[in-house]
Structure formats: C-alpha cells, structure tokens
C-alpha cells in the first residue's frame, strides 16, 4: 500500500510514525513533511493547500490512502477534492471539517442540539463586542472564531482586558481573518479533558485525554 500524509508538523510526524509501523505500507509519502518525517517517509515540496497538485501527485503516484493531518486543508476541503478524484482518504470533508474551522459555526450549533456549552455570544462587529463588555462578568473569555494554530484564545480578568483583547482580535488582526467574527464565552474553571473519536458511519473509535501522555498509535478506549 502506497500512503501520502498531508501536512508538515508534530501532529503528521505522529501520524507517520505510527503508519510505519504497518506491514501492510510498502512506500510512505509526505507533502511537505518536516526534517523527524524525512526519516520515516519520502517528503515532497507540496504545500497543504496546494490541492490541484496533491491531487495530480497521488494520481501520479498511484496513492492508495491519504491521511490529511493539518486543519487548513481539512477545512478548505482537500478531502472532498481527492475523494472526487476516486482517492481514499482519511479526514472530514469540508462541510464536517468547519466543526474545528469555526468556533462561533460549533457553538450554534452545540446550542441548537441542546449540547452543553458555555454561556457566549457571537460578534463579527467589533462595536458589538465593546458594548456587550460593558455588563459582562469577569474572567471572560474571548476566542477567534476561525483557525490560530491553538494561539486565538484569551482569558481575560478584566473589562480593560477584554476590551483591549477585541482591539487585538478583530481590529489589529493579531489572528488575521480569523478574528473576523469572535465568540465571547463564559469563563469556567475544571478539569480539562479532550476526547478523539475516530468514526466510519458505522464504529466510534474513542480516546480520552487528561494531562499526560498516551501512545500516539493505540486508539483504544483508553483513560490516562
């Protein structure tokens, strides 16, 4: 089996290292990969969102599994290109990849199913957001609504924080468009806690995350 990995950091490396312990891959490639994956697979200079060239390399290449790591190209839709390109492919399409592509979209949509959340409001006016503050409580939480590589959440003590983080978001762009639109979220204190579940239609594959370590390549229902 020839698989293409598609992404360039820690996230891909895991996945790389796992992939290779299988018996049933005889060639492993990664666009753009990174230096620890060049070890493990043949890395090809191909950006993430280049998708007509990932495309025509796994034709090329006759790939027969791609594993798309990075949530840039997940969310641009890079799986619903290789899938029309009859390539099997690991990863949400475009319209489940916006679940992670926008905070404000999951929230929405959390409060239509009755799924608890914290208390927020979305804001994609900064005029908007400066006037709800004003009779917010503290801590308060703002987030950008798109992608920030992890970095577009802060936590704010008071209302000159917050007012000073919705400058930065929406107005200095610290987060580009990402911090288009904001969500304004209730502070909560607790225990942190990530579940991973691996699904087909059919099976739940589960992993449960507190702080610590887990191997990368054991998908089981584990607790740590």
Same mark, same amino acid.
């Given at each position: 089996m020839k698989v293409l990995i598609v992404g360039g950091g820690g996230r891909e490396h895991a996945i790389a290292y796992c992939v290779a312990k299988s018996s049933k891959v005889e060639k492993m490639y990664c666009a753009p990969g990174n230096a620890g994956i060049a070890e493990l697979a043949e890395c090809v200079p191909i950006g993430a969102m280049e998708f007509d060239k990932l495309v025509t390399f796994a034709k090329e290449k006759e790939i027969d599994f791609t594993i798309v790591g990075m949530d840039d190209p997940l969310v641009g839709g890079l799986v619903d290109e290789l899938e029309a390109a009859g390539i099997r492919t690991f990863g949400p399409r475009k319209n489940a990849a916006i679940l992670e592509g926008s905070k404000a979209f999951s929230k929405d949509l959390m409060k239509k199913y009755n799924i608890p959340t914290a208390g927020y409001e979305n804001f994609d006016s900064?005029?908007?957001?400066? /006037?709800?503050?004003? &009779? /917010? %409580?503290?801590? @308060? !939480? *703002?987030? /950008? =609504?798109?992608? /920030?590589?992890?970095? #577009?959440?802060? @936590?704010?003590?008071?209302?000159?924080?917050?007012? =000073? #983080? !919705?400058?930065? *978001?929406?107005? =200095?762009?610290?987060? #580009?468009?990402? #911090?288009?639109? $904001?969500? $304004?979220?209730?502070?909560? &204190?607790?225990?942190?806690?990530?579940?991973?579940?691996?699904? =087909?239609?059919?099976? $739940? %594959?589960?992993? *449960?995350?507190?702080?610590?370590e887990l191997d990368p390549c054991n998908l089981g229902n584990n607790t740590h």
């Open positions: 900064d005029e908007a957001a400066l /006037a709800y503050l004003e &009779t /917010a %409580k503290f801590p @308060i !939480v *703002l987030k /950008a =609504d798109g992608l /920030a590589l992890g970095k #577009g959440v802060l @936590i704010c003590n008071t209302k000159e924080e917050a007012m =000073d #983080g !919705v400058k930065e *978001l929406m107005l =200095d762009k610290k987060f #580009g468009n990402a #911090g288009n639109t $904001i969500v $304004i979220e209730e502070f909560m &204190t607790g225990r942190e806690v990530s579940v991973l579940s691996f699904v =087909d239609g059919k099976t $739940i %594959k589960s992993t *449960l995350w507190f702080y610590g």
